[in-house]
């Protein structure tokens, strides 16, 4: 229990010296959803059809750097934090409502990425996050989306 603690403890201050010149936008965590593997390169026919995905100990996070440009930063399946911006990504805005937004991330050659961050009508704060993975640099080919919960949405910091 005492090393799950000292984990949340460095994460949460690792992701605030990330951000430490961006504004948090949102805060979301427990993506689960279901994953696309075709059989193709190392997938094997046996091996290929739709999964249950969940990263337990998943954490995304929205921010606004004083630029204006945004990035998406999340904890991983192997408990690193990665910034999309850092990592090759380019982050597009794609769409804004009152209670919603979407960013497009692009690693070119190899993945697509939409985060889509909401309330939905009965107050709940949410996103969701689709991708597409292939190319000739990628090791594993899939398509997937998840759905997590978010502790905050700044739609007015936008």
């Not at 805005?93 to 190899?110: D, E, I, M, N, Q």
């Not at 905050?152 to 910091?157: E, R």
Request: proline residues 3%; negative net charge.
């Amino acid at each position: 229990m005492e090393a799950l603690v000292r984990l949340l403890v460095f994460l949460f201050a690792a992701f605030a010296s990330l951000s430490a010149h961006a504004t948090d936008i949102a805060s979301c965590s427990e993506p689960s959803g279901k994953g696309y593997y075709p059989e193709t390169g190392v997938i094997k026919k046996a091996d290929s059809g739709w999964e249950d995905e969940k990263i337990s100990s998943g954490i995304t996070k929205l921010t606004k750097n004083s630029g204006g440009e945004y990035d998406i930063l999340f904890v991983d399946i192997r408990r690193e934090i990665i910034s999309a911006r850092a990592d090759g990504g380019t982050v597009i805005p794609l769409s804004r409502g009152a209670k919603s937004f979407s960013v497009l991330v692009v690693y070119p050659g190899k993945t697509a990425e939409v985060y889509t961050f909401l309330e939905n009508t009965s107050g709940g704060l949410e996103y969701l996050h689709t991708l597409s993975r292939a190319g000739d640099e990628v090791f594993i080919t899939k398509a997937s989306v998840m759905q997590g919960v978010c502790s905050y949405i700044h739609f007015d910091q936008l």
